[in-house]
């Protein structure tokens, strides 16, 4: 009897227990949350770079034959620029590469060597970092996916038709994923410049607050919950931490920041709140989550492959920007450029093409130096507007299977990038200058056995006079052959090199200088071999 008696208090006491847990519910903020608040990455080594995506290959060094555009975009965007856009080492934030591995970790009950509860690890160096073992890297890799195919493929879908823009689809996308999947990735941009930057954060619920008023429920890298303070606890427990949603508006207090967002940021002080001009997006884990490959990766088909365009300011300059992108059909990029606005009428929309908004926010309301482009499918013929802005800058358009680079020397000018047959044996590429005098080197690279050879043309020192409508234009074709049109006024070099995983195929050629002439042909046989190595 005395054995039944005690057994009956253990029951009940583990019921009483129970009823307890029961009654002190855990605040999603203590499930999802960290112990340590959102911190900078200097840079983004190339470790963290492969691993981040399927098809990138192990060594660097190989990459200009493998995965050429793949290995220009790590040099120039990836590895400094897009951790540190500032260049003062602090770092841009991996709001992105917190909330979705939490999402993983929590969904799986583990993801990359990591347990739930997220809370536990609250260890960090005098930067911020954590330093649990491994985790660093964990979270620096996940960050990498806000540029992976199957979430750049979701970024076009919502922006297509402008539906970014409007909260209430947002909404409506919130409701399905979260009862689908469970908690989402929300990105919030702070306006309509994708060099403003955007937000990561995870949505857990919706809230129907009636006329039309929505909360977005989520938990913010910024705000953690190991944190008793008012700015960070006290954000959930005073139920602050919502995205709300008025109609077709949105509006969130970013951590830190004198207004809320989306704001109509214009220079690297001025930010007047602007309803309806950021972006608000959902992404479910299936999406943001699974390590997936490139846009341009070789392994993917015509449809799948997407082409990118980008801007990138040097030396602390900023404000370079891409004015206008018009495909082979004419169709354009922009309605109006001035405020981002992209072109969905079909009649006269590329309707394939959208910004990248980096998920994190550079700090100082500084702008990021580059804006990115991605187009859904290959782009082999296109026009592309830009200007430079406060510095040199570089234009660069393709993807694994060729590209084309541009670099101008002066600031503050307007010019036209043409490109025709990118990614096969003989394209051309066309220079031409809408404003003052410039100087310009251009790159071209032309797959010869995609994967593993390729070969590059690079042209220096050409100066096009102002308002010229052809400036330079330079054909090149699968053996070496080489035209330019539109020397102006000074000599130039032409380069030329081919680049082999077989090193006995590499082949470096000796510099031609050309002297000013309306045009000027070099034949395969005028190329003489110089000693150096493929790719220096």
Known sequence: MKRIQHTTLILLGMIFLSAGAVGQEEHPAEKYGWGFVNFGTPSFGWDIYRN?????????????????????????????????????????????????????????????????????????????????????????????HQISLAFIESVIEQVNGGHSFDAAYAVTRATQDIAREGPVIVSVTKGVLPTGGGHAIIGYAVENRGGGKYWLKVVDPNRIWADTSANHRGWYTSDSNNVYVDGHHWSFSMAGAPVPWPCDQVDSVTCNPAPGSGNLTIFPISVAGPTSRTPSSLGLGVTQLLT??????????????????????????????????????????????????????????????????????????????????????????????????????????????????????????????????????????????????????????????????????????????TTVHGLSSRVSQLSYEQLSLNSGKNFVAESIDLIPAESLQVGSSDWVERKGKAGE
Request: glycine share 12%; aromatic share 10%.
């Open 52 to 144: 981040s995506f399927y098809g990138i290959p192990v060594d660097s060094s190989t990459s200009w034959f493998t995965a050429p555009f793949d290995k220009l975009f790590y040099d120039l965007a990836f590895e400094t620029t897009l951790a540190d856009p500032s260049g003062t080492g602090g770092g841009a934030g991996n709001c992105f590469g917190l909330s979705i591995l939490s999402l993983m970790i929590n969904n799986y009950g583990g993801y990359k060597g990591f347990c739930a509860p997220t809370i536990q690890y609250t260890e960090t160096d005098m930067n911020g970092a954590p330093t649990t073992p491994g985790l660093l890297r964990a979270i620096n890799i996940m960050h990498g």
């Open 308 to 481: 990118k365009v980008f801007i990138m300011n040097k030396e602390g300059a900023l404000r370079g920007r891409i004015l206008q992108v018009h495909d082979a059909k004419g169709k354009r990029l922009f309605a109006d450029s001035s405020i981002y606005k992209v072109d969905w009428d079909s009649s006269t929309g590329m309707r394939a093409m959208v910004p990248f908004y980096p998920m994190a926010a550079p700090p100082n309301g500084v702008l990021w130096p580059f804006e990115l482009y991605f187009h859904k499918g290959q782009l082999n013929d296109a026009s592309v507007d830009f200007s430079t802005g406060e510095g040199e800058a570089e234009i660069v358009a393709g993807d694994n299977r060729g590209y084309v680079r541009i670099w101008c020397n002066e600031p503050n000018v307007s010019a036209r990038l043409r490109y025709s047959g990118l990614g096969g044996a003989a394209p051309t590429v066309i220079v031409e200058n809408t404003s003052k005098s410039i100087t310009v080197d251009v790159e071209l690279l032309v797959p010869i056995q995609p994967g593993t050879t390729n070969r590059v043309w690079r042209l220096k020192n050409v100066q096009i006079p102002a308002g010229r409508e052809e400036g330079i234009k330079l054909s090149v074709d699968l053996y070496g052959g």
